[in-house]
């Protein structure tokens, strides 16, 4: 099948117990069996005494997986012949964070601080060896010169670990083991057990300090062994933090084992077309002439009940053997339960479209189990953390041998519902009156919270963000109130749509047309990953089928279509924006924003409170506005990218039309360029102490920013070079630049403070390309920064027409500054001297 290349993202995740297992999980006491193998006395590295004599009647033993026994304060895996070299998965998590500060998003009681691939493997004297496992390098070909056997040869695995083995035992149905003490290495600091030194450096983790650690639990379940610690470290200094103190910090750590299953799933190849997190390893198979990159996807195991596969075939839909549950953690708010749960199980409609019925559900944590453990690596949980971070993230643990998720912990941070309540005033209060006030009835913020938990929950299905999805909409359809309400306003939950800004009060939509919610493309993802086909063994046979289901499907509905995050010069995926059109999209968001400034010193008021909120949401306006203009910009200069598959036709990459790049500059030269007064409140301002010069600047100087960097002008060139359609040129863009920037030049008006900052930053960017540099760019895309290049414009033709741009724009000073007077004329003399200053190669600030 098709595998085209993707980002490859490592959340990773473990086994779950159904409901009706759950009930059998708890660690089982047992009695001591007398070992039926004959026992050694002596060995060259120690004594293995008898069973009896190690494990004695005053042991404490739980069984699972395999036995734990603890005597007083050590500890002993006693290891069955059968799990020797099997793959164990060990996932670690913090139980208890340690107070103080801490860096976003990471340190909080919930959170994944390492994950490994292990197995215990017999070595030489009596001793048990624990090895590190990668599949990074795979090669499927086991024949006597297969390259599986120099893949093997040349990827020998670290042995991390090695234990002598203190007693033989072994049972009456001719069970054997090997029983090993582990509390000298659980006690020292490693990787496998505790952080990872990422995680341990971010946190300003130091070292151990051995005399105020200790474990805690060591118990036993069916799938998986606990291991419960409390560590003590040196405190270092917190990523991007000064350090404030030398105190120790102490936290609670849990240790999951958990046994993969012995036959891997079957993997299902990524595709470029469905959005899905991968799993991605170095193929010595796919390509008889070489290597390949080969990337599988990441989802749960589901299948049909043995009994009920002819039905699934005919295309009944089943029950699976294990359905996907979700605990919510006890900590939750009671109030906000019924909506966490209800936004896990609005899924079960997309896993329907696989064949499935009752594939997802979401419970409540059970109450009065002593047994169960929000840590423990077969509970799926949505974590509630008491956080300031208003931000939710759905990351999950899979086998990295097929991409199964095992498990899942969705991170909810208290502080989320502050910002779903910013968003929606400010995107959704010119429609809706409930949104007109600070704090929210909780039917509303319910539905909130029920909107972003199935967003995080579509990450931990597998699912990767398609920003792409809106894009596919027609704006006009966006203030149709029939049409919107029965199809939302973004065919994905997975996209960053947030709300219907473009919907307008005159059209009255109500709240189904107004949020996001599960749609077209996120059944059809459902469709694609989950879907059991048996009739194919492989995955290879699989992809011959699924390629030609994503054409077909992609042909009938056009809605269905994916667009990468990463993707950052197609203006089509693109986070926070509306529609099939950015520029109409925004004028109409801008609307909105210019009926909710007035009205905002009402809706922020609270009793007794001072204008802190005012102040607040006044800066969410900046924000909007700000996201506004980042949509548009990225038409400039825009390629389209289609992923496609050599039996689809038309190009894969493509430009955006000559038309849609003119309409952009009109935009942003009536919005931006020309001084945006309507955002500038002055009693708002002189309330919350708001600099509108400062946030006019912050808006052209994004737009400018973006606009001038050598990455624009650059793609316009190259676009030049194809005649097959009319071009937007780099010379036209220019020309088009200095008229929106630089009209008084020609008006001979005065030019004001803000037209004054933005010219000398047009100046400062101008300027940058002759200066031999290759410049990373950062700005927020999605839920993080997302970088690219601005190429070194000294190597193009870049600098060569930047040049000729401002020789000329000199004639059009020296022709104005005659006619100009008062601090416009010494502004434009400024602009002079920078400009024969940079142009000549000196610093182009006067006086230098």
Known sequence: MLKFKIV?????????????????SKPVISTIVAPVQQVKKEDSLGAVKPYKQVITEKTKTTSGMFKVHQIGQRYYFEIPDSILNRDLLVVNRISKSAAGPRPQMIGYAGDEIAEN????????????????????????????????????????????????????????????????????????????????????????VGALQPDKSYITSVNAYP?????????????????????????????????????????????????GRVGYFGQGYIDFDADPQGVKQSVMMVRWRLEPKNEDIEKYKQGELVEPKKPIVYYIDPATPKKWVPYLIAGVNDWQKAFERAGFKNAIIALPAPTGDSTWNMDDARHNVIVYKPSSIANASGPNVHDPRSGEIIESHINWYHNIMQLVRNWYMVQA?????????????DQLMGQLIRFVSSHEVGHTLGLLHNFGASSTVPVEKLRNKVWVEANGHTPSIMDYARFNYVAQPEDNIGEKGLFPRIGDYDKWAI???????????????????????????????????????????????????LGDNAMLASTYGIKNLKRIIPQLRTWTAEPGEGYGNLKAIYQEVFKQFQ???????????????????????????????????????????DNVFITPNWILDQDIMSRTGTNGVMWINVF???????????????????????????????????SDLKAGVWGELFTHQPIDIYRRNLQKTYILNALKAFVATTEIVVTAQGSGPLAYANPDPTRTDVSSMVRAHLIELKKDILKAIPLSKGITKAHLQDILVRINNGIAGKDSLPGK
Do not use: C
Request: glycine letters at 8%.
């Open 627 to 669: 996201t506004y203009l980042g949509h548009v910009t990225r038409n400039i200069g825009g390629i389209y990218v289609t992923p496609k598959s050599i039996e689809q036709e038309g190009p894969v990459f493509e430009n955006v039309s000559y038309s849609k790049q003119k309409e952009a500059m009109r935009f942003l030269t």
């Open 117 to 204: 691939v292990i197995n215990f493997a017999k070595g030489p004297n009596e001793r048990i060896f624990l090895k590190l496992i990668s599949f990074n390098e795979r090669s499927a070909d086991t024949t006597g010169n297969g390259m599986y056997r120099s893949v093997i040869n040349s990827n020998l695995r670290p042995i991390v670990a090695s234990f002598a083995v203190k007693a033989f035992g072994g049972d009456s149905s001719g069970v054997k083991t090997s029983v090993i003490d582990v509390t000298d290495y659980l006690n020292t600091e490693n990787e496998i057990f505790y952080f990872n030194v990422g995680i341990k450096t971010l946190l300003g």
């Open 527 to 577: 469709q694609f990953g989950y879907q059991w086909m048996p009739q194919f063994k492989t995955a290879e046979e699989e992809g011959v089928f699924l390629n030609k289901q994503i054409i077909d499907s992609l042909g009938k509905n056009k809605r269905l279509y994916f667009g990468n995050e990463q993707e950052y010069t197609d203006p089509r995926s693109q986070s926070e924006d």
């Open 223 to 271: 799938l998986n062994v606990e291991v419960r610690t409390v560590r003590t470290y040196s405190r270092g200094a917190i990523a991007g933090q000064p350090q404030l103190s030398t105190l120790p910090v102490t936290y609670e750590l849990n240790s999951s084992i958990v046994m993969l299953p012995k036959v891997p799933m079957k993997a299902r190849f990524a595709d």
């Open 8 to 24: 490859i993202l490592a959340f990773l995740g473990l086994p779950f117990a159904s409901i009706a297992q759950r009930t059998s």
């Open 700 to 734: 052209q100087s994004q737009v400018l920013n973006r606009l001038q960097g050598s990455d624009i002008l650059g793609k316009l060139l190259v676009a030049e070079t194809n005649k097959t359609w009319k071009n937007y040129t780099a010379s036209e863009f220019l």
């Open 429 to 441: 209060g010119a429609t809706d009156p409930k949104a007109r006030k600070m704090k929210f009835d």
